[in-house]
C-alpha cells in the first residue's frame, strides 16, 4: 500500500498521531523560549561611566552631593540622567568651559570609560552588562545575536542530514541532548567570547531540536491534515514567546533566566521511550518489519483494523521522473521563479525575528512589547488557517506581506511626529506588522514547497530555508541600528526598513503563479509550464487517461509471480 493510503486507513490524525504531536507541540514550545531570547539577555540597559574613586557609584541619584559629582565629571543636558554620556569622562574647567547646543564641554579633555554603572529599573543583569559590552564593543551584542541565527543555519543543514542518515528519533535525541547541556552552559560562561560561542552552538541545536521534532510528528499525519499540522505547531512555538515574556518579567537576572528555560529540556530526555522511529523513513531505508511495528501499535491506540500485508517488498518500483536541483537555474521561467522565492523567504524571516527584536525599542513597557510580540502571532496563524484555501497561497501571502510592511512604514509619523503621546498607537502599528510577518512566514513555507516541482521539491525547500536565515543573520544587526543612529529616526529606522522590504517581497510575489487547487508540478518541464493553460490542459488529458489503466500498470499492482503471466 501507498503510505498516504494506510495513514487514511489508520486515520489521518488519531489518537496515537495526536499524542506524538502533542509531544512535539511541547518541544516546540520551549524552543521558542530561545528563539529570541537574546532580545532580553543582550539587551543594554541604560548606563553612563563610573565616577573615578567613587567605589558606591550607582546610576541612581543617591544625593544632591552624588549628582554634583557626577556633573564634574559628565556635564548633563536638560533630560539630566538619560543623556549623561554613556562613553566618555571629560576634564573641564568650570569657571572657562563652554558647551554645546547638548550642554557637553566644548574647551574640555574627553577620555573613554574604562568601567559603567547601570540602570536596574528594566534588568537586574544582562550579558551586556555583566561583561561591559557597551560603547565602542556595542557592535558585539548584535554580532553575538547573529551568531545565533547562524548556528540556526547551520542546524537546519547538519541536523536535517543526519535526520535523513541516520534517522528522526537517534537525530532529535542527540540535538535533544547537546540543547540541554550547552544551553546550562551558557549560563556559566566566564567571558563574552565563550558566550558567543556557545550561544552559536544553541542555535544549531535548537534548530535540530524543532525541525526533527516537527518531522516526527508530521509525517504519521495523514494528506488532508499535513497544512493544519504543519501551522498549529507554531501556536506551540508562540506560547514559548509569549512565556519567555513573562518568566523575563519576574526573572531579570540573565544567568536565572537562561537556566530556568534550560530545564524543562531535562524533561525532555523521556521522548525515547515515547517517540518511535518515523515509519515512512523506515519504508525509505527498506526496514519494512521495524516500520510495520510503528504501525501496528498506531493500529491498536487507534482502534482501527489495517490490512495484514501493508508492504509488498517485492514489488518492483515504478521508475519515477528525475531531476536536478541545478536546473531551476538554467531556465529563465524557473530562475525568476526560484530568486522571487529566495527573496522572500530572506526577508519575511528578518522581519519576523527583527520585529520580535526589535520589541524592546519600541518604547513604553519592554516585557509588555515582548509579550504582545509573541500574542500578535495567534490572530497571524489563525488567518492562514482560515483563508488560505479560499484566498489561495499568492494572494494571502501578498496581503499580508504588503499590509505589514505598510504599518511598519506607518510608525515613522507616530514616532518623528508623536512623541510618548502616541506611543500605544506606535506599538499597535509595529504589532501588525509582526502579526503579517507571522502569518506570512507560514505560508511561504507551504507555498514554496507547492511550486517548486516534485523531483527537486526537498532539495529546493532546503535551500530556500538556508537561503532564509540569511535574513535571521542579518535581523539584529537592522533591529539595533536604532540604537547605533540614535534620536527619534533612530528609533524608526528598523521599522522603516522592515516596512519597504517587506512591500517590495510582496509584489514581487504576485508575479509566481498560484498553488491552489492546481495539479502541483511533477518533472521539471511541468514546473517551466506551470502556471499556463498549456500545463492546465495537458494535466487535464493526463486525467482522463488515467481513467483507463494499462496492462503494464496493472501489471505492478500484482503480486511479483504473476506479473509475467498478466503481461503475457
Known amino acids: 500500500m501507498d503510505f498516504d493510503e494506510i495513514t487514511k486507513k489508520l486515520g489521518e490524525f488519531g489518537r496515537y498521531q495526536k499524542f506524538l504531536y502533542l509531544l512535539v507541540c511541547l518541544t516546540a514550545s520551549i524552543v521558542g523560549l530561545f528563539a529570541v531570547m537574546g532580545g532580553i539577555i543582550l539587551a543594554t540597559p541604560e548606563h553612563r561611566c563610573k565616577i573615578p574613586g567613587l567605589e558606591n557609584d550607582t546610576f ?73 559590552v557597551v560603547c565602542d564593543n556595542a557592535y558585539q551584542t548584535s554580532l553575538t545575536k547573529s551568531l545565533f541565527y547562524a548556528g540556526v543555519f547551520v542546524g ?3 541536523f536535517g542530514q543526519m535526520s535523513d542518515y541516520f534517522g528522526r528519533k537517534k537525530t532529535f535525541y542527540l540535538s535533544l541532548i547537546l540543547m540541554l547541556v550547552s544551553s546550562l552552559a551558557l549560563a556559566f560562561v566566564p567571558n563574552f567570547i565563550g558566550f558567543s560561542i556557545i550561544n552559536l552552538i544553541v542555535g544549531a541545536a535548537s534548530q535540530g531540536l524543532f525541525l526533527t521534532g516537527f518531522v516526527i510528528g508530521v509525517e504519521l499525519v495523514g494528506p488532508s491534515k499535513r497544512i493544519w499540522a504543519g501551522i498549529v505547531i507554531e501556536y506551540a512555538f508562540a506560547i514559548g514567546l509569549i512565556c519567555l515574556a513573562f518568566i523575563g518579567y519576574f526573572v531579570r537576572n540573565w544567568q536565572y533566566l537562561v537556566i530556568i528555560c534550560a530545564l524543562p529540556f531535562a524533561l525532555n530526555l523521556c521522548y525515547w521511550w515515547l517517540l518511535p522511529e518515523s515509519p515512512r523513513w523506515l519504508i525509505s531505508k527498506k526496514r519494512f518489519e521495524e516500520a510495520e511495528a510503528v504501525l501496528r501499535k498506531a493500529e491498536k491506540v487507534n482502534k482501527v483494523k489495517l490490512p495484514d500485508n501493508l508492504f509488498d517488498k517485492d514489488m518492483d518500483e515504478v521508475p519515477k521522473p528525475t531531476g536536478n536541483f541545478i536546473q531551476l537555474f538554467t531556465n529563465r521561467i524557473l530562475l525568476f521563479r526560484t530568486l522571487i522565492i529566495f527573496f522572500n523567504w530572506t526577508i519575511v524571516t528578518m522581519i519576523y525575528y527583527g520585529l520580535s527584536l526589535n520589541s524592546g525599542n519600541l518604547g513604553g513597557n519592554f516585557y509588555l512589547n515582548f509579550f504582545l510580540s509573541g500574542l500578535v502571532e495567534f490572530p497571524g496563524y489563525t488567518i492562514v488557517l482560515l483563508f488560505l484555501d479560499r484566498l489561495g497561497r499568492k494572494r494571502l501571502h501578498c496581503i499580508c506581506m504588503i499590509v505589514g510592511g505598510l504599518t ?46 516534485t523531483v527537486v521539491r526537498n532539495s529546493a525547500l532546503g535551500a530556500s530555508s538556508c537561503v532564509g536565515r540569511i535574513g535571521n543573520i542579518a535581523a539584529p544587526y537592522v533591529a539595533d541600528a536604532g540604537t547605533m543612529i540614535g534620536g527619534k529616526f533612530g528609533k524608526a529606522f528598523p521599522l522603516l526598513f522592515f516596512g519597504a522590504t517587506a512591500i517590495l517581497a510582496g509584489c514581487l510575489a504576485l508575479f509566481l503563479p498560484e498553488t491552489l487547487n492546481q495539479d502541483l508540478p511533477e518533472t521539471i518541464e511541468d514546473g517551466i509550464q506551470f ?38
Open 156 to 158: 537546519a543543514f547538519i
Open 60 to 132: 541612581e541619584i543617591q544625593s544632591e552631593a552624588h549628582k554634583d559629582l557626577i556633573r564634574q565629571y559628565i556635564p548633563p543636558s536638560s533630560d539630566l540622567l538619560l543623556t549623561y554620556d554613556q562613553c566618555y569622562l571629560y576634564s573641564f574647567n568650570s569657571s572657562s568651559v563652554t558647551f554645546d547646543n547638548l550642554s557637553r564641554p566644548i574647551n574640555a579633555t574627553r577620555n573613554k570609560c574604562t568601567s559603567w554603572v547601570y540602570s536596574f529599573e528594566v534588568f537586574d543583569e544582562t550579558v551586556a552588562s555583566k561583561f561591559d
Open 408 to 453: 511598519c512604514i506607518s510608525t515613522i509619523f507616530t514616532i518623528l511626529f508623536g512623541g510618548k503621546e502616541l506611543q500605544a498607537l506606535t506599538t499597535t502599528l509595529a504589532m501588525i506588522g509582526k502579526l503579517g510577518a507571522a502569518a506570512a512566514f507560514a505560508i511561504i513555507y507551504i507555498y514554496s514547497a507547492e511550486l517548486f516541482p
Open 531 to 568: 502556471g499556463t493553460d498549456e500545463y492546465k490542459n495537458r494535466k487535464k488529458d493526463l486525467s482522463m487517461e488515467e481513467k483507463v489503466m494499462r496492462p503494464e500498470q496493472m501489471a505492478k499492482l500484482l503480486p511479483h509471480d504473476r506479473q509475467a503471466q498478466w503481461s503475457s
